[in-house]
């Protein structure tokens, strides 16, 4: 099983900013690709950033010049830098994760993981 605890939400006014972090914890062979999706009240989770192990990045257009995404492969971890954040940025935010794992039967598999999300709200 592998566990992801995300930290760093919170409440900002807008034009500030925020860093979210997310640990993947237990037993994997490594972590693939991982993300960090969203989801505002009344809403459907949605996409906001991608990073592949080798550091290739993708964002969603709300979110592009604004947030960066980064990981550290050494400490199975990654990051969300949120800048200019904007009140229809509140939502909950939740870190994905592609993990490869050996099941019981011996064999590989590369399984889904998320986080319990974490708060962000910004204020007007």
């Known amino acids: 099983q592998v566990q992801l605890v995300e930290s760093g939400g919170g409440l900002v006014q807008a034009g500030g900013s925020l860093r979210l972090s997310c640990a993947a914890s237990?037993?994997?062979?490594?972590?693939?690709?991982m993300a960090w999706y969203r989801q505002a009240p009344g809403k459907q989770r949605e996409l906001v950033a991608t990073?592949?192990?080798?550091?290739?990045?993708n964002y969603a257009d709300f979110v592009k010049g604004r947030f960066t995404i980064s990981r550290d492969n050494a400490k199975n971890t990654v990051y969300l830098q949120m800048n200019s954040l904007k009140p229809e940025d509140t939502a909950v935010y939740y870190c994905n994760a592609h993990a490869l794992v050996r099941t019981q039967r011996g064999t590989y598999n590369v399984r889904d993981y998320w986080g319990q999300g974490t708060q962000v709200t910004v204020s007007s």
């Open positions: 990073i592949t192990s080798g550091g290739s990045t």
């Open positions: 237990g037993s994997f062979i490594s972590i693939n690709a």
